[in-house]
């Protein structure tokens, strides 16, 4: 059976395309999920090609029922599928519609997000200058943070008192982007943000993002350890028998002290740009590029012992991490050296009195994620 409601969402959790569930969300649309692994570079098998060529998410196809040909409408591009999926459930009222006076504001904020803010915030973390001023897409860096500023000052919401499509769109793009650091923490966008992300639907759409990702790891794992048990039985006869109990395959995780466990969950939610992919109220767990990084609130835990030890986290840019860091709250504990070949080492305290190390060094590949955000 088709229904011109029947969606298909092309995902990756925490991508650009957890704008789009969340609004799916916000909207009680009934839709499927094609989950892509975009380190995996699923996005660019040719099957995926056919529906978006440049290879990026979101995407959505419309109109094809479980059993019919995949001949549905295709929408790519965040704003295209948010007026789409938006005028699709006018019934949620989300969209101002034709008529309506706030429709020609809405159609504005959603562009200004494509064509003005992510143009600007791309050179920005690319650390570019805009084009001349008459070229550039956008103008400089300034006036747009100043325009959204002057928006967001004037109500709750863009259009505002009014919560729309818009701020999913927008709620979702901030919060990266003042996670990453790239725009000024004002207060004005740090409660916007939480406005937006506190939202059930948006919260629904975090937690559907945090089960993929654990059940992925978890996939990962199991190939692992099947991998290895085989590596293992191919070694064994080759080589004589040894135990495999004193190998050691690698870290795994970097466990934290944090009595304060509701605070340290956020304070390194808001470090990692990432919600928990394990949260109980006995542990807390991150999944950073598949290693772990544990929050633990037990005062009984005994620590690193006498000699201590400093766990390093990668990071391409050891400065802005490390400012960052000291930004959210950290204190200095070992200032940021450069130790040779080019190697940027350092650490601070966290809130919580742990050492936390980060290191920038470009001989070390790792087999894990040193690819940047997506
Ligand atoms: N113009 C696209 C940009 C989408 C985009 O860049 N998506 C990223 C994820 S955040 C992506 O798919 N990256 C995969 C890749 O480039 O390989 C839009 O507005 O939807």
């Given at each position: 059976m088709r229904s011109a409601r029947d969606v298909t969402l092309f995902h990756s959790p925490q991508s650009r395309s957890t704008g789009a569930l969340a609004l799916l969300e916000e909207l009680g649309a009934d839709y499927r999920l094609q989950v892509l692994d975009l380190q995996a570079r699923q996005q660019r098998e040719p099957a995926y090609l056919a529906i978006n060529p440049l290879g990026k998410v979101p995407a959505i196809r419309v109109g094809?029922?479980?059993?019919?040909?995949?001949?549905g409408a295709v929408v790519t591009e965040q704003v295209a599928i948010f007026i789409y999926l938006a005028d699709l459930y006018p019934?949620?009222?989300l969209a101002p519609q034709?008529?309506?006076?706030?429709r020609g504001p809405y159609l504005r904020w959603m562009s200004f997000y494509g064509s003005c803010f992510e143009p600007a915030i791309v050179d920005r973390a690319m650390k570019r200058d805009p084009a001349a001023y008459s070229t550039s897409?956008?103008?400089d860096f300034d006036a747009v943070i100043g325009v959204i500023t002057a928006q967001l000052a004037r109500g709750p919401y863009f259009l505002g008192e009014r919560f729309t499509a818009v701020d999913v769109l927008w709620g979702q793009g901030l919060g990266w982007i003042l996670r990453f650091g790239?725009?000024?923490?004002s207060d004005l966008f740090v409660a916007y943000v939480e406005r937006i992300r506190s939202r059930p639907a948006v919260v629904r759409a975090a937690a559907k993002d945090a089960a993929l990702l654990a059940a992925r790891a978890a996939a990962a794992d199991a190939r692992a350890a099947a991998g290895g048990a085989a590596r293992a039985a191919a070694a064994e006869s080759a080589a004589p028998p040894r135990s495999p109990a004193g190998r050691f395959l690698g870290l795994r995780t970097a466990k934290y002290r944090a009595p304060d466990l509701a605070r340290a969950k956020a304070w390194y939610s808001e470090v990692l740009g990432q919600p928990p992919y394990f949260d109980e109220p006995f542990y807390v767990g991150f999944d950073v590029g598949g290693f772990e990084l544990g929050l633990d609130?037990?005062?009984?835990?005994?620590?690193?012992?006498?000699g201590g030890v400093t766990v390093y986290w990668g990071v391409a840019d050891a400065d802005a991490a490390y400012g960052r860091l000291l930004a959210l709250g950290a204190r200095e504990h070992a200032a940021l050296q450069d130790v040779g070949e080019g190697i940027r080492i350092g650490a601070v305290l966290d809130p919580f009195g742990n050492v936390f190390g980060v290191v920038q060094n470009p001989n070390f590949k790792m087999r894990s994620s040193e690819a940047g955000p997506s």
């Open positions: 094809t029922g479980p059993d019919g040909p995949a001949d019934e949620a009222g034709p008529g309506d006076p706030l897409p956008y103008g790239l725009v000024p923490r609130p037990d005062p009984a835990d005994p620590g690193e012992g006498p």
